[in-house]
């Protein structure tokens, strides 16, 4: 089992940044793969970036050049990095990661304002 513990959301302006932070517990050797979604007020989840274990990333056209995904192995964390941002980032962010099973953190609100 692997447990995702999410911050750092928050109400931000359009233009500004915010840092969020993904904790991994459990058995975190079995992780291949860390990332975000997103999921806004009526419609379908969506992937935001992802980096895998070797440290290769992706991310969606939507936040290229402006998000940067990183992750510290020695603190079993994943941080998503967001700057510039606009009224549509505005979503509740989930952390995941893949290993035998995907898990899931709780989610954590992102709210820009316009």
């Known amino acids: 089992q692997v447990q995702l513990v999410e911050s750092g959301g928050g109400l931000v302006q359009a233009g500004g940044s915010l840092r969020l932070s993904c904790a991994a517990s459990?058995?975190?050797?079995?992780?291949?793969?860390m990332g975000w979604f997103r999921q806004a007020p009526g419609k379908q989840r969506e992937l935001v970036a992802y980096?895998?274990?070797?440290?290769?990333?992706n991310y969606a056209d939507s936040v290229k050049g402006r998000f940067t995904i990183s992750r510290d192995n020695t603190k079993n964390t994943v941080y998503l990095q967001m700057n510039s941002l606009k009224p549509e980032d505005t979503a509740i962010y989930f952390c995941y990661a893949t290993a035998l099973n995907n898990y899931w953190g709780q989610g954590t609100q992102v709210t820009v304002s316009s």
């Open positions: 459990g058995s975190i050797f079995s992780i291949n793969t």
């Open positions: 980096i895998t274990s070797g440290g290769s990333t």
